[in-house]
Each structure stands twice: as C-alpha cells, then as structure tokens.
C-alpha cells in the first residue's frame, strides 16, 4: 500500500467514523413498546396534547379569570408578594411581626407545600432546609398559631383548579354553580358573589386569614405601590391598593407555576429519553391498568371532582387545633352542606409530590410507596367514613411489587420538574430574609 492509498483509507475510515458518529448521536435510541403503548393509552384518554403543559409566559393559554387577565406585570408583583414577610403586620404578638409568608406553608423547595404535616405561619419559628425545620414558638398560646385542619394543598399548576381548597368552596362558578344558598362569611365563601374564579377568590381571603396587611401605607412603605401602579394602572386608585389587587397579582404568579421542566412533559413533547423505561412503564400503569387516570386527568393530572377515599384526617398526625369532631373533616359536605357530598375530597395534581412526604388531605401517609400499598389494597383507613361514601372507583388492583415500584418511580421522578428555583424571587422589597423572618429561620436560611 503506497502513502496515497493510505491516505485516501484514512479519509474513508475518518468519514465512516464522522458518519457513523452522527448517525450514533440521532438513531442509538429506538422507541420501545412502553413509549407505542404510552402513546396509545394516551389517545384513548383524550389525546397527549391535552396533557402538555404550557410554557409559564404562555400567557394566551393558560386558564385564567376574564376579571384578571395574566399579565407580566402582575405576575412579577405576585411573585414579589408571595415571599415578602414584610406583609405579616397582623400576628397575635407583636414579635410575630413581619416572620411569615405565604411561602411559609407553600415552601417552593418541598413542591410548594409545607416542609411537615401541618403548615404553621404566625406562631412558628425555623425553618430547616425545605421547612421540615419549623415548629410552634412556645411563646403563643396553643390556640393562637395560624394552622388548618388539613395538610396545605400545593400551589403548583393552580392554573388547572377551578375551584380552590380541598373542599372547593371558592371561586362563584364552576362546580360551585348552585352553591350559593350556603356561601357565607365564617368559611370565606361569601366572597364567591364577587363573581370571581377560585384562585382570584380565595387569595383575598387568605391574605386576611393568614395575617397580612395590604394598604397604601403598607405599600409606599415597602416599595411596591409604584409597582401596583404599573399592573393596575386601569384600577382607580381609590381600589388599587387593595387586598382584591394584592390577590389578583398573586393569583397572576400562581397562574404561571407550572411544572413543564418534569421528565413526562419532555416525553409528551417528543423527547422519548427523558423518562426512564421503568418510568414510562410506571406511566403505563397510570393511565392503564391501575386506574389512576379515571380520576386525576388533564394536565395537571388533577381532577374537578370530589371523592372519598377514606383516609384519615390530619388530628391523628399530632396537628394542633383539629380534633375528631372538626368539620373540615368531612370534606365538601361541609361546605354543601349536603350529606352525599360528605368525606369527599378534591382530587389533587401530582406533581412535584416527591418533594414533601406527607400525603392525602390528613397528612396519613409519608411515602409514595405506602400511597401506591393504598389504593392497590382500597381498604379505607379511616373508620369515620361509612363505606357506602366510599367510592366505587377505590376498588383493589392488583399490582405485583414491580408494578408498584414502577407506578411509584412514575410519580417521584416521571412527574418532578427539578427547577422549581425559577420561580424565587432574588430579594423582596422589604430587604428582609424570606419565605421567614424569624431569628431561628434566619439562621437556617443563611440571612445575617
Ligand atoms: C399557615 C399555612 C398557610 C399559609 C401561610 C398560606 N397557606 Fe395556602 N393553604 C394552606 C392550607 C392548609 C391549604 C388547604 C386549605 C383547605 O383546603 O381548606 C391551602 C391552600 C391554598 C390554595 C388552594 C390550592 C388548591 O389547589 O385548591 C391556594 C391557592 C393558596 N393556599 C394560596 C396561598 C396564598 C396566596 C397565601 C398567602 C396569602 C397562602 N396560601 C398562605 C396553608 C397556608
Ligand atoms: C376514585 C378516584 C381516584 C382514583 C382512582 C385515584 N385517586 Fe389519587 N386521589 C384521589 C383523591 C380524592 C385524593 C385526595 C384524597 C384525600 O386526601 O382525602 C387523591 C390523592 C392522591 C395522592 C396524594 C396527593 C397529595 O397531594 O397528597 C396521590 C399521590 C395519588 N392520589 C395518586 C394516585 C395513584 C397513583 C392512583 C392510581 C393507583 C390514584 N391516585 C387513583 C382520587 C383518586
């Protein structure tokens, strides 16, 4: 072989490798069966499109109230407000004063929710790394922190709620189109006759329960008035500085919490590797076999429906001011008043839920495994709930252990955006430490 000969193998070897190369890069990943049966569980349960998440400045498509269209302007104010503790002005003691947020009880490191079983705002001091860390400041009567007698809902895909909290009773339309005889002031729901949706509804309210004060004064002191100004320049400014405002920027930020970075979103976009097989085959239990589809649907893989599934309620994790007898326990029917609707909760979405391990309404369960061991086995826990409530489609199902493990890799990594970070603010207004303020919090959260 002469010096030209090889010179002209080396070029053939060198462009078999380039070609090949390429090739590797496009062509090494072959759809398998669980990516074609995914696709056609997916086309039977309405199509993948309706289950891909829009882009969060998407704002053309995400569902929203005609009285509050999203704009920049207020989701950047929303999103300023949700973490300002500098909004805490109405605590039981004055050294409560400017040490919560709403992202106390919706910490964004746990999936938007608290960090333990049940949130505590007012009244609380730490936080540890992803709010596990807080507990009750022994300087508070034991009736005085603000708690609730339910595990705080995740904020996540709030877009995809009409009707807010576990019971639903927010929001003038929707499900609760024929609730109105039973709206009224003591659960909040009077503010249903504004006409507004669930999120535009309850966040007034929840700024009032949660011990925040929205005023002008409050606002020109603060900074953020210039920044009312700019999302409400259409509001008089006799309205503007406002909690109905307030809850309209923070409904805007709610709005645009989505969860399209998780590894399912990806796939249903085209991307066929960023779930793993036992993911996808998880994803296939979902939608088929284990039924979990016949109630949580639609994007957020949540439901606008209510159903009892007998789990137990949150006095018997050791939460404060809840007992047996509390109301909120038995679910819509309290707020319907209307025995069918009792022990019927909201189905909820599941994303992100890897994140903090408490589970179902009353914080009954601490891992997704035992959630799964759950509906496989549909044996209610909670004695309280006659079994005729109960619904028929809680039903055994039989999975193998492998099923299991796989149904359960589906929800804690198929469905976890892991840059959930994007949705922090750098600083707030105030200057001061957030989600919480409290000296044992700003030592936990690395404020001076
Ligand atoms: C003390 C803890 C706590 C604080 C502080 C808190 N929340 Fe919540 N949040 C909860 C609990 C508990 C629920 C479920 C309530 C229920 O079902 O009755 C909830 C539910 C919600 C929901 C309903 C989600 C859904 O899917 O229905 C929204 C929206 C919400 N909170 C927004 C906020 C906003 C905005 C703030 C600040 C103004 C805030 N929260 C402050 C505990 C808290
Ligand atoms: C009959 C309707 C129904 C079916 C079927 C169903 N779910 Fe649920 N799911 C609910 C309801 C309602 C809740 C809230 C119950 C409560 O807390 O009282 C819930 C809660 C959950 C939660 C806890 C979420 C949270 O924030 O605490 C997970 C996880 C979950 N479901 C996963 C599944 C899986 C996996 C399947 C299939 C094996 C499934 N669900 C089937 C109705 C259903």
Same mark, same amino acid.
């Given at each position: 072989m002469?010096?030209?000969?090889?010179?002209?193998?080396?070029?053939?070897l060198?462009f078999?490798v380039?070609?090949?190369?390429?090739?590797?890069?496009?062509?090494?990943?072959?759809?398998?069966?669980?990516?074609?049966?995914l696709?056609?569980?997916?086309?039977?349960?309405?199509?993948?499109?309706?289950? /891909?998440?829009?882009?969060?400045?998407?704002y053309?498509? /995400?569902?929203?109230?005609?009285?509050?269209?999203?704009?920049?302007?207020? &989701?950047?104010?929303?999103? @300023?407000?949700?973490?300002?503790?500098? !909004?805490?002005?109405?605590?039981?003691?004055d050294?409560?004063?400017?040490?919560?947020?709403? &992202?106390?009880c919706h910490?964004p490191?746990?999936?938007?929710?608290?960090?333990r079983?049940?949130?505590?705002?007012?009244?609380? /001091?730490?936080?540890g790394d992803?709010?596990?860390?807080?507990?009750?400041?022994?300087?508070?009567?034991?009736?005085?922190?603000?708690?609730?007698? @339910?595990?705080?809902?995740?904020v996540l895909?709030?877009?995809?709620v009409?009707?807010?909290?576990?019971?639903?009773r927010?929001?003038?339309?929707?499900?609760?189109?024929?609730?109105?005889?039973?709206?009224?002031?003591?659960?909040?729901?009077?503010?249903?006759?504004?006409?507004?949706?669930?999120?535009?509804t309850?966040?007034i309210?929840?700024?009032?329960?949660?011990?925040?004060v929205?005023?002008?004064?409050?606002?020109d002191?603060?900074g953020?008035?210039?920044?009312?100004?700019?999302?409400?320049?259409?509001?008089p400014?006799?309205?503007?500085?406002?909690?109905?405002?307030a809850?309209? &920027?923070l409904?805007?930020y709610?709005?645009?919490l /989505?969860t399209?970075?998780?590894?399912?979103?990806?796939?249903?976009?085209?991307?066929?590797?960023?779930?793993?097989?036992e993911?996808?085959?998880?994803?296939?239990l979902?939608?088929?076999?284990?039924?979990?589809?016949t109630?949580?649907?639609?994007?957020?893989?949540?439901?606008?429906?209510?159903?009892?599934?007998?789990?137990?309620?949150?006095?018997?994790?050791?939460?404060?001011?809840?007992?047996?007898?509390?109301p909120?326990?038995?679910g819509?029917?309290?707020?319907t008043?209307?025995?069918? $609707?009792?022990?019927k909760?909201k189905?909820?979405? !599941?994303?992100?839920?890897?994140?903090?391990?408490?589970?179902?309404?009353? &914080?009954?369960k601490?891992?997704?495994?035992?959630?799964?061991?759950y509906?496989n086995?549909?044996?209610?826990?909670?004695?309280?709930?006659?079994?005729?409530?109960?619904?028929?489609?809680?039903?055994?199902?039989?999975?193998t252990?492998?099923e299991?493990?796989? !149904?359960?890799?589906f929800?804690?990594?198929? @469905?976890? $955006?892991?840059?959930?970070?994007r949705?922090?603010?750098?600083?707030?207004?105030?200057?001061n430490?957030?989600?919480?303020?409290?000296?044992?919090s700003?030592?936990?959260?690395?404020?001076?």
């Open positions: 002469n010096f030209y000969t090889m010179l002209q193998n080396l070029l053939k060198t078999l380039l070609l090949f190369g390429s090739c590797a890069k496009d062509q090494i990943y072959v759809t398998t069966d669980e990516d074609y049966q696709e056609s569980l997916l086309t039977q349960h309405g199509g993948k499109d309706n289950y /891909i998440l829009p882009a969060a400045e998407n053309g498509i /995400i569902p929203q109230d005609l009285n509050n269209p999203l704009t920049r302007e207020k &989701a950047e104010l929303g999103k @300023l407000l949700f973490f300002e503790t500098g !909004l805490a002005l109405a605590p039981m003691h050294f409560g004063k400017e040490t919560y947020s709403c &992202a106390t910490v490191s746990a999936g938007f929710r608290p960090g079983p049940q949130g505590i705002a007012d009244g609380g /001091i730490g936080f992803n709010g596990e860390g807080r507990a009750f400041n022994g300087n508070y009567e034991v009736t005085e922190p603000d708690v609730q007698g @339910l595990r705080p809902l995740s895909n709030a877009a995809y009409t009707n807010t909290t576990w019971n639903g927010f929001g003038g339309n929707d499900l609760n189109e024929g609730t109105e005889a039973v709206w009224n002031e003591a659960d909040g729901s009077e503010l249903n006759h504004l006409g507004f949706k669930g999120l535009e309850q966040n309210e929840g700024l009032h329960v949660h011990r925040m929205i005023n002008k004064d409050v606002l002191t603060l953020y008035t210039p920044l009312f100004d700019e999302a409400f320049n259409d509001v400014e006799e309205d503007r500085y406002s909690p109905q405002y809850s309209f &920027a409904s805007a709610l709005r645009t /989505i399209n970075e998780a590894p399912f979103q990806y796939w249903l976009k085209g991307n066929k590797t960023a779930m793993s097989e993911e996808k085959r998880g994803a296939n979902f939608f088929g076999k284990a039924n979990c589809s109630c949580h649907r639609g994007r957020s893989l949540n439901g606008d429906n209510f159903y009892a599934i007998g789990v137990d309620d949150l006095y018997k994790t050791g939460a404060i001011n809840t007992n047996a007898d509390d909120r326990n038995l819509r029917g309290e707020f008043q209307n025995s069918e $609707d009792n022990y909760f189905v909820p979405q !599941l994303y992100n839920l890897g994140d903090a391990p408490f589970y179902f309404h009353g &914080a009954s601490k891992t997704l495994e035992d959630v799964v061991e509906f086995e549909a044996t209610p826990e909670n004695f309280a709930v006659p079994p005729t409530q109960i619904s028929a489609g809680f039903k055994p199902l039989n999975l252990d492998i299991k493990r796989n !149904l359960v890799s929800i804690r990594n198929g @469905l976890r $955006d892991p840059n959930l970070e949705y922090v603010p750098e600083a707030v207004l105030s200057g430490c957030f989600p919480n303020n409290d000296v044992f700003q030592m936990d959260l690395g404020c001076e």
